[in-house]
């Protein structure tokens, strides 16, 4: 009743039914055009699906098949030790080969840093000549590598920093005895303030007191607050 009495009360007026409606023909080719790509756009992924599924579905080749493609014939172990014989390789004792290289003759291990600069060599830069053999440890002794500090010994360097704290802790010893100290001497009260900091012979304070107390410093405060010199 309630819901019948309030429909009946308030009633709802229906949106005016326009008589006659004008639509651009740009609009319903637009129309036409999106739901024609739609429907293209679904039966493609239709399509594509069992090609994906198929896809994921063939076995993957070999690691090694992976890797490389050239026949076995190439590069099989046999061909490799055809190319690559071990026979080539020195079999040298430990007297012989004490450096474990080969038999390798090492040039003396002097780093480039330390050449003459000013030397003919053939390659001016790394400060060699052609067909030098070159050290196994080229990496570390060539003229790219590391630059090796050779100015000051470390004997030498440990003194220079030894006298700098000599003469450093000499000239503040030096200036605390020469320069003097500002005049300071103690403070003194009147009975050392023994019965200022509550000692024997303080007024002990009650209560009743405090508050007198604090109301007196009050009325001070503000009194100088106004302008009261003396108050």
């Known amino acids: 009743r309630h819901q019948s009495a309030l429909t009946s009360h308030y009633r709802i007026a229906a949106p005016p039914t326009p008589r006659h409606v004008t639509i651009c023909p740009f609009t319903l080719f637009s129309t036409h055009m999106l739901t024609r790509y739609s429907q293209m756009l679904s039966s493609r992924i239709v399509r ?42 020195p079999k040298l004792t430990a007297a012989e080969d004490p450096e474990m290289n080969g038999g390798y003759i090492n040039p003396p291990r002097v780093k480039r840093q330390f050449r003459d600069p000013h030397a003919d060599w053939w390659d001016k830069q790394e400060r060699r000549n052609l067909g030098e053999p070159v050290h196994e440890d080229n990496d570390i002794l060539g003229i790219f590598s590391t630059y090796e500090y050779t100015w000051i010994s470390p004997g030498k360097g440990l003194a220079q920093i030894g006298a700098f704290i000599v003469v450093f802790l000499g000239v503040v010893f030096t200036v605390k005895q020469v320069y003097p100290d500002r005049v300071s001497y103690p403070r003194e009260f009147e009975g050392g303030l023994i019965r200022e900091l509550g000692g024997e012979g303080a007024i002990r304070v009650s209560g009743q007191s405090l ?21």
């Open 211 to 231: 508050d007198l107390s604090l109301g007196q410093a009050n009325h001070w405060k503000q009194a100088r607050m106004e302008g009261d010199e003396d108050p």
């Open 48 to 89: 594509a699906a069992p090609l994906r599924t198929a896809a994921l579905a063939v076995r993957r080749l070999p690691l090694i098949q992976t890797r490389t493609f050239l026949p076995e014939s190439m590069v099989g172990r046999a061909k490799l030790d055809e190319k690559y014989p071990d026979s080539d390789y």
